[in-house]
């Protein structure tokens, strides 16, 4: 027997549908600015094991000589950006929500489950309520790196005004190097999560569009 | 939202769990399909607004000068740029662009012409600027592209030389212009910003006259600003209400470029 089980309030599929064009806006215009001034990479010494970013990269994506077309559209999009973030996080609040999302103690130790599990090295998975221990600690810390891009994008953009802040960071340059890393951080994140929502299903998906989700057994019927 | 489905679609005939679904499904990835398109619309349109002559869409660049609006008003003289000690300064400072300062230059005949809202222009020469109280700052010079460089600047507070040349009308108005001899480069600074206590009419760096291309023997420094406004070689100063031309913003830029 199907039952119909409410999964995802509309609000928090509205803020994460919203949240996905803006944050694309957001890394595209970064890009453009992150251009006039590209000095990252990560290797060892002087062996240089990715650079941020090729030309050959650049120029695929159109991204050279646009750098006030990148600041135009980063300092309009940050206002949404923040915006969704903030009503998101009041919301989780508000409803109550965040404590299917806050990790506890025991999610540490059952995201160690999860990725066992996810690896194929275990069979069963943890049980679990809305979210796993991995899920509730990737979403919780996802909302932390989104505060960390408003702060640490804040210290940059106004190093004078709100140089306490800058100085909090670490600085202007280290303030710099810090949204630059968490903006890796979004795509690595956007990678695994892509992967787990192909892998966990069509029902997982539609859940995200439609907010329920269909449970076959009868004693999970409310 | 679920008892509206119930009303919705069970109004009528009853419903199978399976039909239920089905339908709400439908409902729902209908109602994602608009969004999206209407995402790509307003996109589309966003991109497609009339610009200014800078070419920036007139919805970003009133976003962009609202902006202004809320970071100038936290803006105030309490708040400095930070400074550093003087062995901080780097002894090989950054060079970046040369617009206005490609024509050559007759440095004896050279004078700061400063035109007043009289009308009256004043002609001044190094060597009066000098004989003002000095100044310097050893701050983080910030360029727009990004990069930053502790360097080392002397000169005369724009408020002390707005002082003693009686400008006391002038610094009344909404924004200061200045222009490179040539013309070749300008920007415009609103007053604020100007009078600033870190702001300078500089002549010296590293504590030597100002290098050809650091913008001998006369430019701005504006802590509170990125480097595009600290014009090189300053050959003009003028006063206004409206906001003065500018280069950078000429060129799609945002005008305020506050920090």
Redesign the interface.
Known sequence: MKHIVNKHPLAIRWFHWINFPIITIMIWSGLLIYWANDVYKLGFGDLTLIQFFPKSFYEALNIPYRLGEGMAFHFVFMWAFFLNGLLYILFTLFSGEWRLLFPDKNSFKEAWLVILHDLKINKEAPPQLKYNGAQKIAYTMIILMGLGSVLTGLAIYKPVQLNWLCALLGGYEFARAIHFALTVGYCLFFVIHIFQVIKTGWNNFRSMVTGFDVINETKHDE | ??NFFNTLFKSKYELT??Q??KR??MF??FV?FI?IVL?IIF?ITLKKQPRDQ????A???S??NG?EKV?SK???YR????TYPKSMAAKKVRVNGNVGLKSDLDTAAWRLHVIKTSGDTLFITLNEIKKLPKTEIIF?F???????QVSHWGGVKFSDFAHYFHLEKEVTLKYIGLSTPDEAYYVGIDMPSAMHPQTLVCYEMNGKPLPVNQGFPLRMIV??KYGIKSLKRIGTMYFNNTRPKDY?FE????YYS??
């Open positions: 939202m679920s769990t399976e239920l679904i709400k499904t729902s990835f994602f969004m995402g996109w800078a070419g920036v869409q919805p970003l660049r976003v962009l902006n970071f936290i803006e105030s708040h400095l740029a930070k983080d910030k360029c727009i592209e990004g990069w930053s802590p509170v950078w060129r799609g830029y945002d506050g920090l």
